[in-house]
């Protein structure tokens, strides 16, 4: 879903995780584990200087957002975190439970791609580069 809207972890886009190491038995991290991690995240963040972020689930959103509101709530609209645009919609894994919910992620991604391009016109042309350079 990435690539359909030209995104691409090797050349324009970067994914990061709340917690830095995957709770046992892949259980959603407890508070205390989101709250010890987050200062890790922040510096990514503050590093990369995102011109957007994604937020892939409720774990994500409500940490980023500091919101006790879940994803159905939370999605559809843009938010901020330090003047950076957030939006939100649902965890891959969550897909890949329910897939009537690709429908409301497609429409999320599809607004995250009309403001990025708003934010930065060119952004996918460093996808079609790599692209270009490691299929043709």
């Known amino acids: 879903m990435l690539a359909a809207i030209g995104l691409d972890r090797k050349s324009n886009c970067y ?15 407890y508070p205390q584990e989101q709250d010890a991690c987050f200062s890790f995240l922040e510096a990514q ?3 990369l200087k995102p011109k957007m972020i994604l937020c892939a689930g409720s774990t994500a959103a409500k940490n980023i957002l500091k919101s006790p509101l879940g994803v159905t709530k939370l999605r559809g609209n843009f938010y901020e975190y330090s003047n950076i645009p957030v939006c939100v919609t649902y965890h891959p894994s969550a897909l890949l439970r329910d897939e009537s919910l690709k429908k409301y992620a497609w429409e999320d991604l599809k607004m995250f791609r009309e403001k990025l391009i708003k934010l930065v016109p060119n952004y996918q042309e460093s996808f079609r580069g790599w692209y270009w350079k490691n299929f043709y």
Request: glycine content about 0%; overall charge positive.
């Open 45 to 47: 963040i503050n590093i």
């Open 15 to 29: 994914i990061a995780n709340i917690v830095k190491c995957r709770p046992p038995q892949n259980r959603d991290p």
